[in-house]
Structure formats: structure tokens, C-alpha cells
């Protein structure tokens, strides 16, 4: 069965603290990983694909890398302002089902000032 | 255009109401999608739209209908619902390998 399990759920960092969140997957194939960041009662704001193991991307204080089995969410120097449920999504593939993506179920980052 | 609007942001309604979530996008995806989001859980896919066609709908209660009139624009017709359907109603789009991108949301209290 594929699924997606993101460690910690919560993490509470003081300003400046650098820090990885993790995405595992099990999944028949990869067709495409996804990082969401999500502000308490809005939608999920897009933040990168990545493709296949060992492509990176980068954004400003983020960073995410993907290997074969699990991907990172790297935040560097992170502000208050970063705080927000990170959420991990995988597109298997081939796919059983047309267009649909596996969520995890998100870590809560808390930046403290 | 880069984004999903969603309308409207707030919604409450009675159990014996009917009401329709819109959603719009001119981003020329082809595909459109409907999640309910309970507090602190990830998205749950209700339904997809490929191509204006219903694609994929995960056993949803019929007190929810979906609707796609064009490429641009899905609705989700509500009526009869439960307290347990209060949750944040997501609407999505994508060009499958491109990641999706989510509007605000509609906020559902039924009362």
C-alpha cells in the first residue's frame, strides 16, 4: 500500500535554529514529490516538486532534497515567520487511480522569537 | 493568472440548507479537485475532474454533488449536511506533474 509518514509531527525551534523535517514514502513508483507549506485555515501554499533522487531545490531559507526512500525539508536560519504545518505529498506511479496524490500528515513547525 | 479563487471564504449553514461552493481557475489545468480538511489533518480527497469529467469520487456522502460547467470552474452542491461536514473545503488544480496549486479555501460551519 503506498503511503507517506512525515517526522516530527510537531517541532518547536527558537529563532536561528536550524533544522530538517522528514518525508518517508512507500510508494509503486514516483512520479513526483511535493512540500506544501499551511497557515491555520488557509489553503496549502506550493513550495517544490522534485522528480527523482538526488535533485534539490532551494527557496529562500528552505531547501529540499530527495532520495530514494525519503525526502528533507531543510529550513536554514528560520524566522517566526515560517511557522506552519509542512505537508509532504507523493504522486505515485504508474498510478491505480487518475490524479491522485498521498498527503502526510504534516509537520507543525513553531518558530520561537 | 497563478491562483484558485474560492468562494466564499465563510460559509454557515442550516442542516436542512442547500448552498454551492464555487471555485475558478484560468490557469489552464486540466485537472480540478474538491478536499475536506478537519483541523490539524491533512487534505482528504473528495473528488477529481479530468478534463470536465467526474474521474475519481471517494465514496462521498450523495449530500454532496460536484459539479464542473467548464475547464475553468467547479462547484460543490451542498444540502442536507451533517455538523460533522464543518471542516475547511480546499479546491485544487494541476497539470499533474507540476504540483497542485490550492485556493484559500471556504470555511463550512453547519449548524
Known amino acids: 500500500e503506498d503511503q507517506v509518514t512525515q517526522s516530527p509531527e510537531a517541532l518547536r525551534l527558537q529563532e536561528g535554529e536550524s533544522s530538517s523535517l522528514n518525508c518517508s514514502y512507500t510508494v509503486s513508483g514516483l512520479r513526483g514529490l511535493f512540500w506544501y507549506r499551511q497557515d491555520p485555515g488557509k489553503g496549502p501554499e506550493f513550495l517544490f516538486t522534485?522528480?527523482?533522487a538526488g535533485e534539490e531545490k532551494e527557496k529562500e531559507r528552505l531547501k529540499a532534497t530527495l532520495t530514494k526512500k525519503e525526502s528533507f525539508l531543510h529550513i536554514t536560519a528560520p524566522k517566526p515567520e515560517d511557522s506552519a504545518t509542512y505537508l509532504c505529498a507523493v504522486h505515485p506511479n504508474p498510478m491505480n487511480r487518475d490524479d491522485k496524490i498521498i498527503f502526510g500528515k504534516g509537520t507543525r513547525l513553531h518558530i520561537l522569537p | 493568472d497563478t491562483e484558485v479563487t474560492q468562494t466564499p471564504k465563510h460559509l454557515v449553514m442550516g442542516m436542512t440548507n442547500k448552498k454551492s461552493l464555487k471555485c475558478e481557475q484560468h490557469?489552464?489545468?486540466?485537472?480540478m479537485y474538491w478536499y475536506k480538511q478537519k483541523a490539524k489533518k491533512p487534505p482528504e480527497l473528495m473528488f477529481v475532474y479530468s478534463y470536465e469529467k467526474l474521474s475519481i469520487n471517494e465514496s462521498v456522502p450523495s449530500r454532496f454533488s460536484p459539479e464542473c460547467p467548464n475547464s475553468s470552474l467547479l462547484n460543490l452542491h451542498l444540502h442536507a449536511l451533517q455538523p460533522e461536514d464543518s471542516a475547511l473545503y480546499l479546491c485544487a488544480s494541476s497539470q499533474l506533474d507540476y504540483g497542485y496549486t490550492f485556493g484559500s479555501g471556504t470555511r463550512l460551519t453547519v449548524v
Open positions: 522534485l522528480y527523482s
Open positions: 490557469m489552464g489545468h486540466r485537472a
